[in-house]
């Protein structure tokens, strides 16, 4: 068992990788790879409609707030932020959070340690540790597999196994669409949760699965509904949230959980909505209705084909599956994997356009990718298919990083482009299908007879009145000429919305409309000359007292 000999009293420095992040440069910064969840893999193709949004590191800010010893979380810093921050404090343990593409800048990070701070011991974790050799790439005392949180606690002589403390973590931040950045309201934020990490499902990619065990394993931080349902409560005080991004690969497999926190819901009026990710086979183990009064807003979903033969998708439809949920008024953030081993450059074009055809709010494309740690990078391996790509590029957004048997390199990043401008084409702008599913639970349930249920539905509603209608008209005017299909179904979604809900979205289009249309323009011409959105810096301290304090 590794022991720090100070104990709590260590003074800990936490840290993610260093910005700036959406560029090409030699620590491994990729352009097509930003620090935005939704931009860089979901609606990247959707131009000046895309949403452009950041999120914390929640790994670190986890352990931060576990561990008793005194600490400082640095989250997107600059590379000299990073060096003052160990020339101007003296830090026993620096720890550095990584995902694997960033190990370039994991190592340059080390090397500064060593330089600036030789006392300090380098602890690394992160998707990073589960490259093969890291130990001979990198200068790091610990390579911490898996659970961070019990690692760390063990480091410093804590109880390992005391309940896990839940940091305040609002979902996303600086959010930006059509050139406009939407103020952080009260209310309108949601809170993150982390109620358990991996999944047992594993699928042969799947890169968290396998980080926490893989197939058979997970992690609960909350067993039980009982506790999930407390921690909720504390963050919907203190954090003043009713919504919750619910980060847990597979929330809805674990139905016992689920249930109890329903009945939690249920006993104290709670009308919160849930954002999940969850696998097809989990969500057929509800009825719609349990979905619905369970608050399940919005689900991340597995679409990855039907000749892919994962075990999450046997059996069901999930054309029939997507409709029907965006029936009761329930967003969808479908998955594709592109590039698989059946795909063929005669066969893909109509996978994709299968995918496509879900009509999902959001369409994610991945390629298939072998990445450290995986089975399916093990079985590449075995069978002498891995190419020698930079760890950098292995993202799963540019190209191949394996001897596919039909498709080229160069060919998968054609089609991988070609999927997301086909969902864009084909879909429209994901902000207007959020629009439309959000008036179809709307419609279906302002009248229902729990009135928790109409309560939540009505405060999903609640922008269809007012925000949402400019955005549509802008989006109408843009694509009229570009797309006079998708600019038609705009125009209907509008006319839906005011007989809806009358006079006030006409007049909030007609107002405020031509100005969004004109952000909108301004933002598409600053994004074909090069913008890029980086995330802002954090620095937060915890346990600190008097004469120790950073400050
Ligand atoms: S179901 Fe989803 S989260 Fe679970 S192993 Fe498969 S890809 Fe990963």
Known sequence: MNLHPKGTSARVLLTSVFGPYAQDDEFGSRRVNPMELYHNQVTRAQGSFSLRMFHRSWGIMMIQENISAPSTLLDFPSREAFSRQLTTRRYDIVGISSIIANVGKVREMCRMVRSLSPGSTIVVGGHVAAIQDIENRIDADHIVRGDGIA???????????????????????????????????????????????????????CTTSAFFGGKGKFLNFYETGDQLFRVMCEMESSMKVRSFFVMDENFLLHRKRAIQLLDRMKAANKAWALYVFSSANAISKYTMREL??????????????????????????????????RRHGIKLLGSTIVGMEHHTPANIRDEIEHAVSHETDFHQFMLYTPVPGTPLYQAMQAGGRLLDVDLADIHGQYKFNF??????????????????????????PSLFRICRTTLQGWKRYKNDPDPRVRERYTWEARSLKTAYSPLLW????????????????????????????GVLPRLMASLLGPVVLWTSRREQKRLDAGKTYEPAAFIEHRNWVDARSPS
């Not at 005017?477 to 809900?501: A, H, K, M, W």
């Open 151 to 205: 690692w760390m606690r063990g480091f410093l002589g804590q109880d390992v196994s005391a309940p896990i403390r839940h940091p305040h973590i609002v979902s996303g931040f600086d959010l930006h669409t059509m050139g406009i950045r939407v103020p952080a309201a009260a209310g309108n934020a949601a809170a993150t949760i982390i109620p358990s990490v991996g999944c047992p499902m594993g699928c042969n990619f």
């Open 292 to 325: 619905v009064e369970l608050g399940i807003s919005w689900i991340w979903m597995g679409l990855e084909g039907p000749r892919s033969g994962y075990a999450k998708l046997q059996g069901h439809d999930t054309l029939v599956l997507t409709k029907e949920l």
């Open 403 to 428: 001897q596919h048997p039909a498709i080229s390199r160069d060919d998968s990043n054609r089609f991988l482009n070609w999927a997301f401008a086909r969902d864009f084409e084909r879909n429209g």
């Open 474 to 501: 802008a989006m109408e005017r843009d694509l009229r000429r570009t797309n006079p299909t998708v600019s038609d179904r705009i125009r209907d979604l509008r006319q839906e919305l005011d007989g809806e809900f």
